[in-house]
Structure formats: C-alpha cells, structure tokens
C-alpha cells in the first residue's frame, strides 16, 4: 500500500497571501496524484488530477506541480472560502486507492 | 446536471447488516467506474471499493474484504455497498463517487453522503 503524507497538519494564512501544501508519496507515483478540497459539511471536490492539472471549473488560483514522490498543491490571493481541509490522492497502484491525511487550511 | 444521491445509512448494531444505494442521473452511468469512499467522524478520506463500468471488476480495501459487496445496475442508473459483519470501525459518513473518464482513477462527482453508525 502506498503511504501518503501531507504537511504541515494546519496552515494559517492571511486573505490575499499564497498558502503552500506538500504531500510526499512513500513510493513513486509518477505523476498520478490528485487534490481534493473538503469545506466543512460538504462532500469533497476535485481540484487537480495528474499532479498539475485544473479539473473544470477550478481557477486558475489553484496550482498543483510536483512528480515522483513529492507534490505542492499552492493556491494565491486566499480568498475566506478557500478554508477547508485539503486532501492528496494517489492513484498510481491500486487497490487500494490512498489518500494523504489532510492539511486544514485556516483563513485569518 | 451530474447528480449522485446516497440513500440506506442509518444506526445498526455490531454484527449487523446495511445496504447503502447511490442514485445517479445527468450522466451516461454505464460508461464510468464507481467508487464508494468513507470518512470516519472528524477523520480523513478512506477509499472502500469501486467497480467497472460493466461490473466485471470489483476492488475492496483490505479492511472490508469479505464484508461489503459493491454492484450496480445499469439499467436503473445505480450502485450499491452491501455491509455485512459490521463493526465499529465502520462508522463512518459514506460517499457514492464517481471516476473521470480515461485513464485517471480520480473522482469528479461525489454524493452529499450517507451516515452509517455502528453502535449497540
């Protein structure tokens, strides 16, 4: 089973600043990674899939970049609806499918 | 409009038994794998299973195998997660997701969940 770890655990940042989140795979994952953003109550969404791409709808805020084992989801200019907790999603050998354990994301 | 709505969660006691069910429209289902994902109370994401689009191939985590049961019916739009042998652990919100098409195993639609709680 591939082990996903993100950091750091909480994120403070102030609106209008970047916010920078990492997951590390414990094997290579080339580049089948995916982030998913998770607001309170609410099922989560898909915000990028192979490691850098935008799924639709999702600005162009959000950029993910990264390959192999090490992966930054960075979103610019916080904006207050961005606070949620952020998931990493490995897909590259399965089953099973893993993800990384959250990376709440506060915006002060 | 892509929509996906879990129906079935509920309280059961340990041992116990639980069909959930995801109805889904605005979308060819019979094209897609689909998947369930669970997230204990205050805890991260966990996927359970999925299945193809034909229903010819079926994966579980470790830790449901021989308990849950995933299928789909293609005619009424629909996947289900047969729950037996429940446990505590099994608490958890459980999400009907559905795969992108093509060659990424990631999920673009999801259900708003359903609330299993395993408790005597």
């Known amino acids: ?108 | 409009e892509v929509q996906l709505v879990e129906s079935g969660g509920g309280l059961v006691q340990p041992g116990g038994s639980l069909r959930l069910s995801c109805a889904t429209s605005g979308f060819t289902f019979r094209s897609y794998w689909m998947n369930w994902v669970r997230q204990a109370p205050g805890k991260g994401l966990e996927w359970v299973a999925n299945i193809k689009q034909d229903g010819s191939e079926k994966w579980y985590v470790d830790s449901v195998k021989g308990r849950f049961t995933i299928f789909r019916d293609n005619v009424k739009n629909s996947v289900s997660l047969q729950m037996n042998s429940l446990r505590p652990e099994d608490t958890a919100v459980y999400y009907c997701a559905r795969d992108q098409l093509g060659d990424d195993d990631t999920f673009d639609h999801w259900g708003q969940g359903t609330l299993v709680t395993v408790s005597s």
């Open chain 1, 1 to 108: 089973e591939i082990v996903m770890t993100q950091s750091p655990a909480t994120l403070s940042v102030s609106p209008g600043e970047r916010a920078t989140l990492s997951c590390r795979a414990s094997q290579s994952l080339g580049s089948n990674l995916a982030w998913y953003q998770q607001r309170p109550g609410q099922a989560p969404r898909l915000l990028i899939f192979r490691a850098s791409t935008r799924a639709t709808g999702i600005p162009a805020r959000f950029s993910g970049s990264g390959s192999g084992t090490e992966f930054t989801l960075t979103i610019s200019s916080l904006q207050s609806e961005d606070s949620a907790v952020y998931y990493c999603q490995q897909y590259y050998n399965w089953p099973p499918i893993t993800f990384g354990q959250g990376t709440r994301l506060d915006i002060k």
